[in-house]
Structures are given as C-alpha cells and as structure tokens.
C-alpha cells in the first residue's frame, strides 16, 4: 500500500527563500493553465455572438496533463511571464502546477455532466498569492532520508534539516522494506513540512474482537459513545480544546486589533509589532489544531484495533455548521474527520465500516422494543419510551441502535429501517424530516467563463439524485 511519512523542517533563510519559490513557481504555472484554457472559450463566446458558425469558431484547447506540459514548454523562454526566472526552480514546481489545473478542470467537467458526487464544482479561477496555500510536489529527481536521520534530500533543494528523527523511516528504507515515490512540501500552521510517500507492504492485522460491532454516535457533550453487539457501553469524552484556549485566544486577539493592522484599500502594510502579535495568535490556534488531530488519531485507532465493525452515521455536519449555536463546538469535535479516519483506518485492517443512512432515526428509536418517538428535541438527553418503558440516556439508545444495524444491513434491502426486522409504528415525521429546498440561485446562468458548455457534453443539469445504497459495506 502507499502511505506517507510527516516530517516538520527547520530550513535555514536561503532554502526557506528557495521553498517559498517553487511554490510561487507552481502557482504562476497553475494560474498560466487556466488563463490558457479560459481563453479559447471566451474567444469561442465573442465569435459566436459576431454570427460564426460552429464550425469557424476557434478549437477548443485541451486541458490535459500532457498538453499542458507540451504548450508550457513551448512557450516558457519566450514569454515575458516566466522567461526571466524559470530557470531558478524545478521542473517538477511547474509540473505540480499544470498537474492541478488539470485536475480542476476535470472535475469542473464530471460535476457539469453530473458524473461527480457531491457540490457543484465551478469554473478553475486563478489562485491569489496572499491566497493560495504554499505547497510543491517532486515526482522525479534526488528525493532520499540522508543516513544521519536529521536531513532529507529534494531536487534543486538540497539537503533540508528535519525537526524530527527519520530514522525509523531509514530503516525500513535499508531493509528494503519501502520504496520513496514522492515527497511534498507544505506551509501549514505556521512551519513547513514534507510528506514523504512510499510504497511498503502492510500485513493485516487482526483486531481484539473480530465477531463484535459497535455503533458509535458522535455528540458534543460526550465526542463518541460507543455501544457493541455485547451490551457494553463506553462514553469517550470531549476534550473541547478550543474551549479552553478561548481566553488566551480573546487576549491575543484584542492584542492584534489594536495593532496596525494590514488595509487593502488603502493599501496599508502591517506593521511590526501587529506581525508579531499575529504570529502569537497564530501559535494558539496551531497546538489546538494539533491537539485535536492527535486526540482523534488517538480515538479512532484504539476503536479500530478492538472491533470487526463499526456503525457510524452519515451526518449532515455542514448543515450542523450554519446552526450559530452549535458550529464552534461542532468544529471542534471533528465530526466529519471522525469518519474519515475510521473508513480508511478500518480499510487497512479488512473490517467493515457501515455508514447509516442520513435519516435513520437513531436517537428516536427505542433500542428494547423497537417503537418510533414522534418528536425528540436537541434539549432532551433522556429518551422514554411509552411503549416499554424504556428509560436512558439519548446517545447510548442511539449508539445501541447503530450497533444493531450491524446485523441488520446483511439481510435487508441496505436502507436503514428497511431491514428484515419487526415493522414498528412509525408516527409521521419521526423518521424523516422535511428539507426545505432553496432554488438553485444559478439556473439560466453560464455555467462557465463566458457561458461556453463543454464539447461533446450532454446537455442536462445535475440534479441531485437519491443514494441507492445508504450502507457501504468494506
């Protein structure tokens, strides 16, 4: 399998100088691919409109990968854009560039012909430098862990100190264990990293408890409580790291608005004292943004060491974002990265990861005999049921409830509450509630620079279309 190694580094002034330009580099060439491919469609519109035929109007100029390399090429020493100074960078800066405007454009073009899931994908714009997000990847050329675990080698770079060990990297490397295919270089969070992927073989390895599943239904309160096909039921909770930083993060905040402060309209720099200020604040924000990655790692692989199948839901955190009461503590629990984690982590250990339906009444359903509440509200943490009786907590009966799914989503027809189970009343509304659809503000607008559509593409909306299978079964 390919996974990657994480390494922060401590480059010195002139290779930090050397890092912040091939990252430039790759934007200007991202930035010249979409100029490029824009332009043909923009020219295609003005013709169109003087009365040209389709067949006298200008080609339309390809976008993929090795066009793009083949047009770049061709024009790099000519063109005043990159004549001067391409030459100081690698290749593969440029390649990284032109990789991802193909990219861009191939998605534009399945989320236009509706053969893309999810949001509507728009037109590729150019990235701003105040923007866009540093990173450069290298494909070809030195790329090694150097035999004193404290530096890794890049193309035109050189040797670059790690601020952390590689050598348990390097051992794997001399043993013939993994094979160096790429490495990437980010700006995130304050410092630069490499990501280094390699290709090594991963043994399967089997969990504590194969038979056994767990539905796990994520919370604010509590992050996970986790209910198995065994009875026991475990509450994980919140460690709620932003909570605690908001008055550190308050202070410094107040710190940098008295400061000057950068203006674009007026076209004000910042000034020295309002950089540092931000930089602090700025520290605050990291080692929450890493004490929460490390507490979900932390979670999700104790979970998927123990059980053979998990049952989470496919909840709608985006629509839990716009609620102005719950989006900061929704953001940082980590719900959607949550199950990310568990989807490719149980992957590595062939389990099966069940994602239940969006409205699948967990929380409604009583997990003892199966009847439907017609209304629960967010503010009742008890769940009673007038049919058994049944008195407990609200997220234990709905992780109860995602673990008998587990055994369920084998027979039925894999739609969460169509399983081969006893039919239980079902008040209306309780098991679906009633979306309200806004109208598409976009429609009758060109859904590209200059209102151009795709060649040889059919000509029909993507309209949203219904899940076949709510459970996906690894």
């Given at each position: 399998m390919?996974?990657?190694?994480?390494?922060a580094?401590d480059?010195?002034?002139?290779?930090e100088?050397?890092?912040?330009?091939?990252?430039g580099?790759?934007?200007?060439?991202?930035?010249w691919?979409?100029?490029w491919?824009?332009?043909s469609?923009?020219?295609?519109?003005a013709?169109?409109?003087y009365?040209?035929?389709?067949?006298?109007l200008?080609p339309w100029r390809?976008?993929s990968?090795?066009s793009?390399?083949?047009?770049?090429?061709?024009i790099?020493?000519?063109d005043?854009?990159?004549?001067?100074?391409?030459?100081?960078n690698?290749k593969?800066?440029?390649?990284t560039g032109l990789?991802?405007?193909?990219?861009?454009f191939?998605?534009?073009?399945?989320?236009k012909q509706?053969k893309?899931?999810?949001?509507?994908m728009g037109?590729p714009?150019r990235k701003?430098?105040r923007?866009?997000?540093?990173?450069?990847?290298?494909?070809?050329g030195?790329?090694r862990?150097?035999p004193?675990?404290r530096?890794?080698t890049?193309?035109r770079?050189?040797?670059i100190?790690?601020?952390?060990?590689?050598?348990?990297?390097?051992?794997?490397?001399?043993a013939?264990?993994?094979?160096i295919?790429?490495a990437?270089?980010r700006h995130?969070?304050?410092?630069?990293?490499?990501?280094?992927?390699?290709?090594?073989?991963?043994?399967?390895?089997?969990v504590?408890?194969?038979d056994?599943?767990?539905g796990?239904?994520?919370?604010?309160?509590?992050l996970?409580?986790?209910?198995d096909?065994a009875?026991?039921?475990?509450?994980?909770s919140?460690?709620?790291?932003l909570d605690g930083?908001?008055?550190?993060?308050?202070?410094?905040?107040?710190?940098?608005s008295?400061?000057q402060?950068p203006?674009?309209r007026?076209?004000q720099k910042?000034?020295q004292?309002w950089?540092?200020?931000?930089?602090?604040?700025?520290?605050i924000?990291?080692?929450?943004a890493?004490?929460?990655?490390?507490?979900?790692?932390?979670l999700?692989?104790?979970?998927?060491a123990?059980y053979?199948?998990?049952?989470i839901e496919?909840?709608?955190?985006a629509g839990m974002?716009r609620?102005?009461?719950l989006?900061?503590?929704?953001?940082d629990?980590?719900?959607?990265?949550?199950?990310?984690?568990?989807?490719?982590?149980?992957?590595r250990?062939?389990?099966?990861t069940?994602v239940?339906?969006?409205?699948?009444?967990s929380?409604k359903t009583c997990?003892?005999?199966?009847?439907?509440?017609?209304?629960?509200?967010?503010?009742?943490?008890?769940f009673a049921?007038?049919a058994?009786?049944?008195?407990?907590?609200?997220?234990?009966?709905?992780a109860?409830?995602?673990?008998?799914l587990?055994?369920?989503c084998?027979?039925g027809t894999g739609v969460?509450?169509?399983?081969?189970?006893?039919?239980?009343?079902?008040?209306?509304?309780?098991?679906r509630k009633?979306r309200?659809q806004?109208p598409?503000q976009?429609?009758?607008r060109?859904?590209?620079a200059g209102?151009?559509?795709?060649?040889?593409?059919r000509?029909e909306?993507a309209?949203?279309?219904?899940?076949?299978?709510?459970?996906?079964?690894?």
């Amino acid at each position: 399998m390919v996974q990657a190694y994480k390494f922060a580094l401590d480059p010195n002034v002139g290779q930090e100088r050397a890092l912040r330009s091939h990252c430039g580099a790759s934007r200007a060439a991202y930035n010249w691919a979409v100029s490029w491919v824009t332009a043909s469609w923009w020219q295609r519109r003005a013709e169109a409109s003087y009365g040209i035929g389709a067949d006298g109007l200008t080609p339309w100029r390809p976008w993929s990968l090795p066009s793009l390399r083949k047009e770049f090429n061709r024009i790099k020493n000519s063109d005043a854009r990159f004549s001067g100074w391409w030459e100081e960078n690698s290749k593969e800066a440029y390649s990284t560039g032109l990789a991802n405007a193909a990219a861009a454009f191939d998605n534009y073009a399945k989320s236009k012909q509706g053969k893309r899931k999810g949001p509507r994908m728009g037109v590729p714009r150019r990235k701003q430098k105040r923007k866009a997000r540093l990173s450069c990847r290298f494909t070809t050329g030195t790329i090694r862990a150097e035999p004193d675990g404290r530096h890794v080698t890049l193309p035109r770079l050189g040797a670059i100190r790690v601020h952390e060990s590689t050598r348990k990297l390097l051992a794997r490397i001399q043993a013939g264990r993994v094979r160096i295919l790429s490495a990437t270089v980010r700006h995130e969070r304050g410092r630069w990293f490499v990501s280094l992927q390699v290709e090594a073989p991963r043994e399967i390895t089997r969990v504590v408890r194969p038979d056994v599943a767990v539905g796990i239904d994520l919370g604010v309160k509590h992050l996970a409580v986790l209910a198995d096909s065994a009875g026991e039921i475990r509450y994980e909770s919140n460690p709620k790291h932003l909570d605690g930083a908001l008055k550190l993060l308050r202070f410094h905040s107040r710190r940098v608005s008295r400061r000057q402060g950068p203006d674009r309209r007026t076209g004000q720099k910042p000034s020295q004292r309002w950089e540092k200020a931000n930089r602090e604040r700025n520290r605050i924000h990291h080692r929450v943004a890493n004490l929460r990655t490390d507490a979900l790692h932390k979670l999700t692989t104790k979970i998927r060491a123990e059980y053979g199948t998990v049952v989470i839901e496919d909840l709608n955190v985006a629509g839990m974002l716009r609620n102005k009461r719950l989006a900061r503590r929704v953001a940082d629990a980590g719900f959607g990265e949550i199950r990310r984690q568990l989807t490719y982590k149980g992957q590595r250990n062939a389990c099966r990861t069940i994602v239940a339906d969006r409205w699948y009444p967990s929380s409604k359903t009583c997990s003892a005999c199966g009847a439907v509440t017609a209304k629960l509200p967010l503010h009742v943490r008890v769940f009673a049921c007038d049919a058994c009786g049944l008195v407990m907590d609200r997220d234990g009966n709905a992780a109860r409830n995602l673990a008998a799914l587990a055994a369920a989503c084998t027979t039925g027809t894999g739609v969460a509450g169509d399983q081969d189970t006893p039919r239980v009343s079902k008040p209306r509304g309780a098991d679906r509630k009633t979306r309200r659809q806004r109208p598409d503000q976009n429609r009758g607008r060109g859904g590209r620079a200059g209102g151009a559509t795709l060649p040889h593409q059919r000509q029909e909306e993507a309209r949203d279309r219904r899940q076949a299978e709510a459970l996906t079964l690894w």
